[in-house]
């Protein structure tokens, strides 16, 4: 079964209903603010596909080429993106060092006490980068909470550590990780035994690796697919509900599968579910 059929989850015709309303008739602070300073500063990771960086400082990934799209839909120019640990990101954007995050930042109840997330955009499922042969035979966090030898990476504050915290793989075998390219090179040194992030990452990081020696295991068995949306501070909903607003539009239009299915998402997986659902989700 290919990512993208696994993604799409038989998306209904009447999947995206009355999200399309007409924008709040009252003039946002906030909005005005970013149109009039020109640009919104997002928080993203450096994890393709969801975010990139060029060696020449510009940004691309899925979920910025999105926001930068509805932003300038929104009469906001343009986005600057600066780079932070997940675990870092709502504590930001809290502390008013970012205006919205567009990272790949999963849907989970406790995030969405957090902050204001739009609809969803990006849907992915987990996955192992492992040596080749997969020797320990790890297919779930469960086999490395079981595993009394193995040690897995992930990024710190992110859905894979606490995926592995809360399979019971204790603390000291789950290795925080700053990056995708450092926990390729602990795979590689036998640092760890398993590397952890969403699929598409996972499968964009071996690649550009070209590394015989390691193999991927997708989607991980009993962990959930997660969806992401823009994220704003609370309070700031006025803003959420216009980017909402132009999403929808775009999602309607046909042009959001044309800027995220390039990079291997299914705009369908997104238009499926809703923020109401992924934040009740347990």
């Known amino acids: 079964m290919s990512m993208r059929t696994f993604l799409t989850m038989a998306a209904s015709a009447g999947a995206l209903t009355a999200a399309v309303a007409a924008a709040p008739a009252w003039a946002d602070d906030k909005l005005e603010e970013l149109k009039e300073q020109g640009f ?3 928080a993203i990771a450096n994890e393709p596909p969801f975010t990139a960086v060029a060696a020449d400082g510009k940004v691309s990934g899925a979920a910025p ?11 906001v120019e343009d986005i600057v993106a600066s780079i932070s640990e ?3 990101m709502i504590p930001g954007l809290q502390a008013g060092r970012h205006d919205v995050i567009t ?3 999963f849907m989970k109840p406790e995030r969405c006490s957090a902050v204001a997330y739009s609809e969803p955009i990006l849907c992915d499922a987990e996955a192992f980068a492992l040596k080749k042969g997969n020797p320990l035979k790890l297919k779930s966090y469960k086999d490395i909470a079981d595993n009394p030898d193995a040690k897995i ?6 859905t894979e550590e606490k995926l592995a915290l809360e399979a019971g793989v204790p603390r000291d075998r789950v290795i925080v990780v700053p990056d995708g390219q450092s926990g390729l090179k ?3 040194d036998g640092r760890i035994d398993v590397y952890s992030l969403p699929v598409l990452s996972i499968n964009d990081l071996v690649a550009k690796a070209n590394d015989p020696g390691v193999e991927v295991v997708a989607p991980v068995e009993g962990a959930p697919v997660y969806c992401d949306g823009a994220a704003f501070k609370k309070g700031e909903e006025a803003l959420r509900d216009a980017f909402d607003v132009e999403l929808a539009k775009l999602k309607q239009s046909g042009e959001f599968a044309k800027i995220i299915e390039p990079y291997g998402f299914s705009a369908a997986a997104a238009m499926s579910t809703t ?7 347990k």
């Open 275 to 281: 923020r109401e659902k992924l934040c009740a989700a």
């Open 65 to 75: 080429d999105v926001a930068r799209e509805v932003f300038k839909r929104l009469g």
């Open 103 to 105: 990272a790949g930042l």
């Open 40 to 42: 919104a500063r997002v």
């Open 86 to 88: 997940y675990g870092a």
């Open 153 to 158: 990476g992930a990024p710190g504050g992110g």
């Open 186 to 188: 602990m795979l590689q």
